[in-house]
């Protein structure tokens, strides 16, 4: 997969993305990085890339001109097809369901805005998409473009130790995860659930599931809502609630 990043601060997008798995998924060749500064397309000796916004008000705003030249740049590297998108707290949420759309796509161009916002002539003209990590205000898109680019990269065939990681993750069945534990056995009075050390498969991922369950009825039950009819989810999910397993 190959993506690429319009940013005013290249060295910050490749920095952050030389560790963990995203580093090794560019090493092994299975994810591709490129960045496009804006400020290499401006025409005057100061690299302008903002100014003031018409109707008045605080801040600034990215200028068109060198933005779209940027982007231009940038998807010339891409193939055909590939999606555009602006990471902007107006866009749409990302979700997993979003992120396999954007995995679908043969490459992707993220736009990091910067200051009061963009042009809205560069949205309509040069993006396909608005997205959004949440609903805040952050200095700029390059920790979004970030979040995205993790996310996508864990999705790769061979960028996980264990092809089962993704496909296990939060969100990837549309429910938080299920509790964790590893050795000691008991740690600070607190012992491990006896099921995970029975050695019964079906049991663990019978009770997986439940606590997945539970623990999304309880912290975001929103996203049960979105859950298709499932007899033994419905079956679960009381057993949770009898169990009194509130936290």
Known sequence: MRIEVVTLFPDLVRDALRHGVVGRAITRGLLQLGTEDPRTHTTNVHQTVDDRPYGGGPGMVMKPEPLCAAIAAAAERLPAGSLRVAMSPQGRLLTQATLNELRAAPGLLLVAG?????????????????LSIGDYVLSGG?????????????????????????????????????????????FAGRRVPQVLLSGDHAAIRRWRRKQALGRTWLRRPELLAAQPADEEAAQLLQEFLSEGKRR
């Open 114 to 130: 910067r200051y009061e916002g963009i042009d809205e002539r560069v949205l309509e003209s040069a993006i396909d998409l608005e």
């Open 142 to 186: 390059e920790l979004p473009a970030l979040v995205v680019i993790d996310a996508l990269a864990r999705t790769l065939p061979g960028a996980l130790g264990d092809e089962r990681s993704s496909v296990e993750d939060s969100f990837s069945a549309g429910l938080l995860d299920w509790p964790h534990y590893t050795r000691p056995e008991e």
